[in-house]
């Protein structure tokens, strides 16, 4: 199975930038695509963005433009660079990999005050 850890996130005034790193361990030859989610209260899950082991990406509209996924294969970890960072981007940001079963990271705070 796969294990991933985030780190990264925080308190930030609006406008701010935070860099969002997870680091992925145990039967990582299974992973496809990498992605952050994020979950703010009262609201389902929703995708953020994503990457493929290729490195093609794809982005919510509500972040493209400020938000940027990439990937360091040779050290198993995906990181979230959040520029211009609004009130509305305050949620719970997950790391998640599609592997075999997908798997979920614990989950780091985002949180941009205005």
């Known amino acids: 199975q796969v294990r991933l850890v985030e780190s990264g996130g925080g308190l930030v005034q609006a406008g701010g930038s935070l860099r969002l790193s997870c680091v992925a361990s145990?039967?990582?030859?299974?992973?496809?695509?990498m992605a952050w989610y994020r979950q703010a209260p009262g609201k389902q899950r929703e995708l953020v963005a994503a990457?493929?082991?290729?490195?093609?990406?794809n982005y919510a509209d509500s972040v493209k433009g400020r938000f940027t996924i990439s990937r360091d294969n040779a050290k198993n970890t995906v990181f979230l660079q959040m520029n211009n960072l609004e009130p509305a981007d305050t949620a719970v940001y997950y790391c998640?990999?599609?592997?075999?079963?997908?798997?979920w990271g614990q989950g780091t705070q985002v949180t941009v005050s205005s």
């Open positions: 990457i493929t082991r290729s490195g093609a990406t």
């Open positions: 998640g990999a599609a592997a075999n079963p997908w798997a």
């Open positions: 145990g039967t990582i030859f299974s992973i496809n695509a």
